[in-house]
T-cell receptor
Framework: GAVVSQHPSWVICKSGTSVKIECRSLDFQATTMFWYRQFPKQSLMLMATSNEGSKATYEQGVEKDKFLINHASLTLSTLTVTSAHPEDSSFYICSAREGAGAGQETQYFGPGTRLLVL | DQQVKQNSPSLSVQEGRISILNCDYTNSMFDYFLWYKKYPAEGPTFLISISSIKDKNEDGRFTVFLNKSAKHLSLHIVPSQPGDSAVYFC?????????????FGSGTRLSIRP
């Protein structure tokens, strides 16, 4: 149980284009989904938290107009990197959590999406 | 401001022996702690967790110990196996308003040698 998928796993795009990454919880309903970014040999950096049906909460320093997050259903969240530039190249990982109550803190992660902007 | 610290970037352990991964934290508001295992180019895999009201949680070969007074937790893997070679992230959960989020440490690369 607790499987989270991401699509695509790899994307290469030209500078200036927009890229959409999907995150799905396959066997549970995710009231909250998270988007992380990981640079080589560094830890996971939380970018934003999204709750189904409401606006995402972005971490300090993350441009909300650059990284558009939509959480339209309990099983799907999308991250759109708008007008991508080479510095946006990174490994993007989503995670999902079933609830927000005590004992439901565990997040289950997707396999990640490697973005390379040329 | 690193609220969750893993001071050892790497650790090498012989197969069959015990692996001990350490983690320190600074925020006394953390109420839940988790360990994740990660292979390159993959998402982290949840291993084990512990609530702040407990001091030990065991699941098979994995045991997590929490020392709240020292703000320290550790993950013990025994016996260590070759498949345990990966990067291990310590993480802590903090509540804000009606939600919570996880803050990750920088990770420790564990290598199990034959």
């Amino acid at each position: 149980g607790a499987v989270v998928s991401q699509h695509p796993s790899w994307v290469i795009c030209k500078s200036g284009t927009s890229v959409k990454i999907e995150c799905r919880s396959l066997d549970f309903q995710a009231t909250t989904m998270f988007w992380y970014r990981q640079f080589p040999k560094q830890s996971l950096m939380l970018m934003a938290t999204s709750n189904e049906g409401s606006k995402a909460t972005y971490e300090q320093g993350v441009e909300k107009d650059k990284f558009l997050i939509n959480h339209a259903s309990l099983t799907l969240s999308t991250l759109t990197v708008t007008s991508a530039h080479p510095e946006d190249s990174s490994f993007y990982i989503c995670s999902a959590r079933e609830g927000a109550g005590a004992g439901q803190e565990t997040q289950y992660f997707g396999p990640g999406t490697r973005l390379l902007v040329l | 401001d690193q609220q969750v610290k893993q001071n050892s970037p790497s650790l090498s352990v012989q197969e069959g022996r015990i692996s001990i991964l350490n983690c320190d934290y600074t925020n006394s508001m953390f109420d839940y702690f988790l360990w994740y295992k990660k292979y390159p180019a993959e998402g982290p895999t949840f291993l084990i967790s512990i609530s702040s009201i407990k001091d030990k949680n065991e699941d098979g070969r994995f045991t997590v110990f929490l020392n709240k007074s020292a703000k320290h937790l550790s993950l013990h893997i025994v016996p260590s196996q070759p498949g345990d070679s990966a990067v291990y992230f310590c993480a802590a959960s903090v509540r804000y308003s009606s939600a919570s989020k996880i803050i990750f440490g920088s990770g420790t690369r564990l290598s199990i040698r034959p």
